[in-house]
């Protein structure tokens, strides 16, 4: 039996369906004629945790199959189409959750670690989401103890910081934000002070410009087919998450960006090439 899933919607007469074509359990399907990825035929993954990429394992519905006909797969193996499959039965939750943990005592999706009761974590008991260090209850963090996001340092409440113990946000240094402030101070800027306050800074051009592209520091990577056939381990779990150091992670954040949010960054009061550089790793 070539056991795989596949993600449905349901419609209002309660039927499960997939670009429009309808589908019943226990009942099976056939197509004529060529296939073709993306275009024709019945898609479908062989491992549980790549249907996320096209179907939410938390909010669809997610059916075990049995293909039966001829097959076409994509290079890494993430999709797969075919003109004969069989619709065994609908994964319960619980279901899910099993398979796709790799992990123990999770209560989230797609965690290799344990203790999480968010989704896409690697390490241990993050309440956040794609975090591959522990007791994160931000999301896509590197580091541990941290409640902000994308943080590849420690103990940090707020975002993009490499350093350890900030409150602020894009620090490579530690303890940044002050100490018994009570006024909106003005804040420091490259390290000179500006003529902004943090939230005012928020509001601004120049903070939409920056995250105008997410900063990934996270990524999921499915194994090939050929590290699949040679581990089975790497079969059964399916991918792996790649974590990037901060300045590379950077990079790849500063190529997606357009040259007028560039422009706009470099428009940023204080701003300094070389101290952006010592930071990002970004040559101006």
């Known amino acids: ?7 449905f919607n349901v419609n209002s007469n309660n039927e499960l369906y997939c670009r429009d074509f309808i589908f019943e359990v226990g009942k099976d399907y056939k197509i004529d004629g060529e296939i073709e990825l993306c275009k024709r035929g019945f898609h479908f993954c062989w491992n549980l945790n790549d ?3 096209f179907y939410n394992l938390k909010t669809s519905v997610i059916c075990e199959v049995e293909i039966l006909g001829n097959i076409k797969n994509e290079v890494n193996m993430s999709k797969s189409v075919t003109d004969h499959i069989k619709i065994i039965r609908v994964l319960k939750s619980e279901d899910v959750l099993i398979i796709s943990n790799i992990g123990k005592n999770n209560t989230g999706y797609l965690n290799s670690g344990n203790d999480n009761s968010g989704n896409y974590n690697s390490g241990d008991y993050n309440s956040g989401h794609r975090n591959s260090g522990n007791r994160n209850s931000g999301n896509d963090n590197s580091g541990n103890d941290n ?29 940044n934000s002050g100490f018994f402030n009570i006024n909106k101070n003005k804040c420091f800027i490259f390290d000179t002070l500006s003529n ?17 592209e997410t900063i990934i520091l996270n990524q999921w990577i499915n ?5 699949k056939e040679i581990d089975k381990a790497k079969e059964l779990i399916g991918g792996y998450f790649k974590m990037y150091e901060h300045k590379e992670a950077y ?3 500063w190529g997606k960006l357009t040259e007028q949010n560039k422009e706009i960054i470099q428009e940023i009061p204080n701003f300094c090439k070389d101290k952006f550089f010592k930071i990002t790793g970004i040559e101006i």
């Not at 039996?1 to 993600?7: L, N, Q, S």
């Not at 943090?198 to 601004?204: G, M």
């Not at 194994?223 to 590290?227: A, L, M, Q, R, Y």
């Open 51 to 53: 249907v996320n990429f």
């Open 1 to 7: 039996m070539k056991k795989a899933y596949k993600g």
């Open 251 to 253: 990079k790849l954040w």
């Open 223 to 227: 194994f090939t087919k050929e590290e």
């Open 147 to 175: 409640s902000g996001n994308d943080n590849s340092g420690n103990d940090n409440s707020g975002n993009y910081n490499s350093g350890n113990d900030n409150s602020g946000n894009y620090n490579s240094g530690n303890y």
């Open 196 to 212: 902004l306050t943090v939230s005012e800074f928020i509001d601004s051009k120049y903070y939409e410009a920056l995250i105008s």
